[in-house]
């Protein structure tokens, strides 16, 4: 690594240090004087953190905050009887109701990210995939809910290139796919059935904060569990857990994350 490469690395850890010492949020001069760093230079490496959803920025108090994107990855770490710890242990919960796997995504466009994944009983010999991953929004349960959560303009003018891109055949146009949309907003979930991979489905609900939608909550396995006349029966348990995460994260006073603030 390169002399100025490790300098960054130290500053950008120094920073993170920083704004994690302050739960309650901390300033652009506090956290550089805290630091050590110059002003111009901590702002240039906070402003790429917040945009990379792993610190938050009020946009009134112009106060930084860790993100839930940053303690997805180091919340093993962290007490479990804390925020993160209680997230989990829904998490837990509704893979034992269910006997799937459960997780907790955020949007981040134009991917969703899976920020925590807990393995069900049925899942045996098998490897998850790494925590954090970025998954399409058109193939996802969690995607169809967050986006259905969305003005529709902010859907076209901030997804229609990669809808043109990456969309599968299967979910038509865009206006098709945003009328379907419509269908999740009334029965309050979403399901996906042989669309991100063949043979796996999933089913997901909404985790509602402060009048958006910045996180779901899902459930996903083999379609030979999973089958499409037990979709209303599991969503019955997301839906529920859903509700939970709703009211601890609301209790805990979670940031909701940049990316979707700017809405």
């Known amino acids: 690594m390169a002399p100025s490469e490790a300098g960054l690395v130290r500053r950008t850890i120094w920073l993170l240090r920083a704004v ?32 990379e959803s792993w610190l938050t920025l ?10 839930l994107g940053l303690l997805s990855i180091v919340g093993g770490l962290l007490d ?6 209680h997230m989990r242990e829904v ?72 809808f043109a891109e990456h969309a599968p055949p299967e979910a038509g146009d865009l206006e098709s796919f945003m ?4 269908a999740v907003r009334n029965r309050g979930f979403a399901f996906a059935y042989d669309e991100l991979e063949i043979g796996a489905a999933s089913v997901a609900a909404p985790v509602r904060l402060r009048g958006t939608t910045p996180y ?3 459930i996903g396995g083999p379609t030979y569990r999973i089958t499409r006349d037990r979709i209303d ?10 509700r939970q995460l709703t009211d601890l994260l609301s209790n805990a006073d979670i940031d909701i994350p940049s990316a979707f603030a700017r809405r």
């Open 20 to 51: 994690a010492a302050h739960p309650e949020g901390v300033g652009l001069s506090e956290v550089a004087r805290e630091a050590g760093i110059p002003k111009a230079t901590c702002y240039r490496v906070l402003t790429v953190l917040e945009r």
């Open 58 to 67: 009020d946009p009134v108090t112009r106060r930084y905050r860790v993100s």
């Open 80 to 85: 479990g009887g804390g925020a993160y710890g």
């Open 91 to 162: 998490l837990r919960n509704l893979a034992e109701e269910t006997r799937e796997t459960a997780g907790f995504d955020v949007l981040l466009p134009p991917k969703v990210m899976v920020v925590a994944q807990v393995p069900g009983p049925s899942l045996i010999g098998q490897t998850l995939k790494p925590v954090p991953r970025t998954q399409p929004v058109w193939a996802t349960s969690t995607g169809k809910v967050l986006l259905a959560a969305l003005n529709p303009d902010s859907v076209r003018a901030d997804f229609t290139e990669e």
């Open 179 to 182: 009328g379907s949309l419509e």
């Open 216 to 218: 779901a909550v899902w």
């Open 233 to 242: 029966i599991m969503a019955e348990s997301v839906i529920k857990a859903a």
